[in-house]
């Protein structure tokens, strides 16, 4: 086939790339186009998070990567493979609460490798260095009843990381917390993600929880979304305390913060303020 | 508790003729024991009980799975398991009479009849109740769908569950007695009820201890074991 996909121009078989993927929920007139003529690539060891405003779709365009949604129009694929389903490859972190209540958090965080058919003490093992990097130690034999909000979330995360995926997919994992717990939480994240480096495609409201972690911010526009803008991040990394006051950073905010905010103006309707 | 309960049953017993003293109730249902003529009625009471439970379960738990997973079933199900739980299932044991006969088989059908509805509602509401995520985690980490229920549905819904079989466990037992004092060719029910007739009032009051003493037994049990799994969940 001599046919030119927009893969050419925007990434390698290695990567994650969406080609030209639109999403369309029902079918006739009560049809609604979510995601409309998505295109871009996740680079390896980069981390991409997705901003925009509300029911824009950027949960629509994670669970197409995490094989939970089937694109209506093109293709994602990872790794030149055509995603059809959920992969072992990826793994997800959702915005809630998932953890297992009737398990302890060592069997939380192994439950993903307990499923893959590992024996218990490699799973056990790999678990373990997961709670270890998400500083859970310790904690081990507590079930999630008894932990805080902030906490179950790290053992998602953990849960996810032992799967050592390619591809980590975060639904605005920190979307439930408070705001201390949040940044806490998303510096930890990313000290931990400069030891994986995998490919994160990270879902937010939060346009500086955006900016801080990632290389890349896609802004996506208003329903039928389609990627309006990608911001490099060009902040140097690592990323210690104080970025967030570097001027750049705020340069960058205020840019993410300004096309948002267009967008979001067109879901609320003319005349709509946001803060 | 207990005791107290025994000391007023021994002290009305000595103000009436009509109540059988604790010590005769007692050494009548050890007779009943060292004669054998007991087990007859014992074992019939309780093969029913564990048949119709077993029917109520192997019907109710799927049933009410099915009911609280599927919108469609539930739409269908939830006013008719409403409106049913307004009738005393008791009223059919006549029909049921009429298709088992007198024994332990219509015995049975009463207790599956009645145990089904709660142990149905209870496993209905115990997948309702699922943390909506749980599926989605599933699927994302490619569970199969005996993996996603073994896993997934059956422990977090563990609690519902063993509500459902303690109360299933008391209402099929409550029923069996019931069909029994009705019709039966044999039970304790039966033996209680032939007691009364005959005015043998220390055989009467010992087979109502016994049936006391089983139905909480087993209800504490379950019980018990209810209370270590909500422990375990928190």
């Known amino acids: 086939m001599s046919h030119i996909s927009p893969i050419d121009s925007v990434g390698h078989d290695s990567d994650v790339v969406f080609d030209n993927i639109g999403m369309t929920f029902g079918t006739g007139t009560g049809s609604t186009q979510a995601v409309a003529n998505v295109s871009g690539a996740i680079p390896e060891g980069k981390f991409v998070s997705v901003v925009g405003p509300s029911g824009c779709g950027k949960s629509t365009l994670l669970d197409m990567v995490g094989g939970l949604l089937k694109p209506t129009q093109g293709t994602v694929s990872i790794n030149g493979e055509t995603v059809t389903g959920p992969r072992k490859d990826t793994a997800m972190v959702f915005q809630e609460d998932s953890t297992l209540h009737w398990r302890t958090v060592l069997d939380n965080v192994a439950f993903g490798l307990e499923v893959k058919g590992l024996p218990k003490t490699e799973r056990y093992e790999s678990a373990r260095r997961m709670i270890e990097l998400v500083g859970l130690s310790g904690f081990e034999d507590h079930r999630p009843g008894q932990l805080s909000g902030g906490m179950k979330q790290r053992v998602a995360i953990a849960r996810a990381l032992a799967m050592e995926p390619r591809v980590l997919l975060m639904d605005e994992p920190f979307g439930a917390l408070d705001q201390q717990t949040r940044q806490f939480i998303g510096r930890e994240l990313l000290h931990i993600w400069e030891k994986t480096r995998n490919r994160v495609l990270f879902i937010t409201h939060d346009i500086q929880e955006a900016v801080y972690l990632s290389d890349e911010v896609w802004v996506m526009s208003a329903r039928p979304s389609v990627v309006k803008e990608v911001v490099t991040i060009d902040l140097p990394r690592p990323r210690p305390e104080g970025t967030h006051s570097l001027p750049r950073f705020r340069e960058l905010e205020d840019h993410l913060w300004a096309l948002v905010k267009v967008e979001a103006e067109k879901t609320l309707g003319p005349g709509a303020r946001l803060a | ?234």
């Open chain 2, 1 to 234: 508790m207990l005791v107290a309960l025994i000391l007023l049953w021994a002290l009305l017993s000595t103000m009436s003729d009509l109540v059988a003293s604790p010590a005769e109730s007692l050494s009548a249902l050890m007779d009943r024991f060292a004669d054998g003529s007991i087990y007859r009625h014992l074992n019939a009471t309780m093969q029913a009980v564990a048949i119709g439970f077993l029917i109520a379960a192997a019907v109710g738990f799927p049933l009410g799975y099915a009911i609280g997973r599927s919108k469609f079933l539930g739409a269908v199900f939830d006013p008719l398991v409403a409106g049913a739980f307004a009738i005393p299932r008791v009223i059919f044991f006549p029909i049921l009479l009429q298709i088992f006969g007198v024994g332990v088989g219509a015995q049975s059908a009463m207790a599956a009849l009645a145990a089904v509805f709660p142990i149905m509602v209870s496993t209905t509401a115990g997948v309702r109740a699922i943390n909506p995520l749980l599926p989605k985690l599933a699927r994302s980490l490619s569970l199969s769908p005996l993996q996603t229920v073994t896993k997934i549905y059956v422990p977090a819904m563990a609690p519902s569950l063993m509500v459902g079989i303690r109360i299933g466990f008391s209402i099929a037992f409550i029923n069996v007695i019931i069909a029994e004092f009705f019709a039966a060719r044999a039970g304790l029910g039966l033996l209680a009820l032939r007691a009364y007739g005959m005015l043998d009032l220390p055989t009467m009051y010992g087979i109502i201890v016994l049936l006391a003493a089983i139905a909480l037994i087993g209800n504490l049990a379950l019980w018990a074991v209810e209370r270590r799994l909500g422990n375990k969940q928190l």
